[in-house]
DNA sequence: CTTGACGTGTAACGATCGTTACATGTAACG
DNA sequence: CGTTACATGTAACGATCGTTACACGTCAAG
């Protein structure tokens, strides 16, 4: 629709994207746009209107970017668990996940405030992540856990910004799953007592 | 030393337990302590001030909760890493833990803010969690999976407050440990391709 | 030409921020 | 009693916050 407003959201998602949600203040963001609060308000209505459009653009990055990542067909040698990895990491989606992280963040303490731009974040993870598992006799407990791994991993190189060993971490992991479905299958009907398994409601 | 201000930062850290760091404002919070703006001042000499003792205060109960922990001879069925997330999730230090991870993400995006109060971290985890892998022939990136696992789901635990299911993934990735560990020393000698390994930078 | 929508600049509003000035009260100690 | 250190209350400072009032310019449509 409004060109000027398409320009300004693009511009402030960049401003964002760099200093994050938690400080954010309408005068110095202007500064660095080179506009004044005065314009941003006229144009987003409230800072939460800015917000809004900001976190709608974030999600809306995401998702198209992971969009492509399922239309193109998966390389053979390389695991999907592995691939969103790297999608993840890949330069043009890091910064928005590390916003997305940090939304997720401020949104747990502050749900009053930044609850309402977390729109249902499952953008493609979860689908995507589901057929990552061997899903056998597993539950929902097993499904989670990648994602647990990830969001640990990708919470360590956000810290740290060791990539190199936080995606070796990520392979070990993969290894690991791999390892464990082999063995599985080789002990072929010995049932395994799967001790801490408790009866879930 | 001073009984006055060691009851103001008791208070206040109980204060910062429910409101998180993020948002902290000095008369909103002299006002639930029963104190003024000024005492505050007066007492930590600055905000910062007050945050650092906060802080200390935060990083001293975790690593008094950790060493009675240490302290106490691990019970036999138990792993470490599930023992570490049960101290963790436990009602007397789950919020002190949340709160660590708050100072961690804010450090993150704004390390001139929060970097001072982001004492040297590894009160304990790293050498209690240095034990829990195998340790065989792996490198550090392995050693560095637990303690993702543990932040995954720890943060998971923190957003959805599911502590049923995360534990339950805990004891997946454990369980996972333990077959691989079981399946590499079956399979003795064949030194196993590692495929995904793609000589980084 | 007039109208009206859009965009913009200047300036201010009231609220809240961290912090400080100044005065005062209390209690231990010489 | 007088002094001194600690603690506290009342007010205000200047800065910054999100937001608004008001005026002005541009430019296409009638």
Redesign the pocket.
Known sequence: M????EELTSALIDYLLTHGLSE?????LAAELG?????L???FD???GLLAAAMDAMHAHLRHSLQALADAQAPKGIKPLRRFWDWATAAENLPYMKLLYELQMLAARHPETYGPFLQHSATGWLELVKRIMPDDERDAAMASLPIAVFDGLFLELMSTGDRRRTTRALDRFIELVEQARLHRTETVRKPRKVSTRKRGT
Chains 1, 2 share one sequence.
């Open positions: 409004q060109t000027r407003k954010l203040s309408l005068r110095p506009t004044s609060a005065r314009l308000i006229y144009h409230s800072k939460e």
